[in-house]
């Protein structure tokens, strides 16, 4: 059975750092697009970043530009999130998603992701 397992959130103080996991089993991750997703309380869930399996290209948000980089360990079949010099604004439940497409830049941006994680939360307060 396909799954996404996050994990890595927790309280961290503003400008401080979390690196977030994403664990697939069922699946080989390295074959799938890769998108990073959040919802903070009372909001809509929004895109954070994605990534291209086929080209490797990428796609930030302004939020998550200069802050934010994802990386793939295919040996562990992970994804990370690496998230620097958090806002309390980064407060929210952070997702991982996959997709067997072939998409590229604002295309695997805006991509409907076919597998999603349970969310770990990030918490983002002195």
């Known amino acids: 059975q396909a799954q996404l397992v996050e994990s890595g959130g927790g309280l961290v103080q503003p400008g401080g750092s979390l690196r977030l996991s994403c664990v697939a089993s069922?699946?080989?991750?390295?074959?799938?697009?890769i998108g990073w997703f959040r919802q903070a309380p009372g909001k809509r869930r929004e895109g954070v970043l994605s990534?291209?399996?086929?080209?490797?290209?990428?796609y930030y948000t302004d939020s998550a530009k200069g802050r934010f980089n994802i990386s793939r360990d295919n040996a562990k079949n992970t994804v990370y999130l690496q998230m620097n010099s958090l806002k309390p604004e980064d407060t929210a439940v952070y997702y991982c998603?996959?997709?067997?497409?072939?998409?590229?830049?604002?295309?695997?941006?805006?991509?409907?992701?076919?597998?999603w994680g349970q969310g770990t939360q990030v918490t983002v307060s002195s």
């Open positions: 990534v291209s399996h086929s080209d490797g290209s990428t």
């Open positions: 069922g699946f080989t991750l390295d074959y799938y697009d």
């Open positions: 998603a996959a997709d067997p497409s072939n998409c590229s830049g604002y295309g695997c941006y805006v991509l409907s992701y076919t597998y």
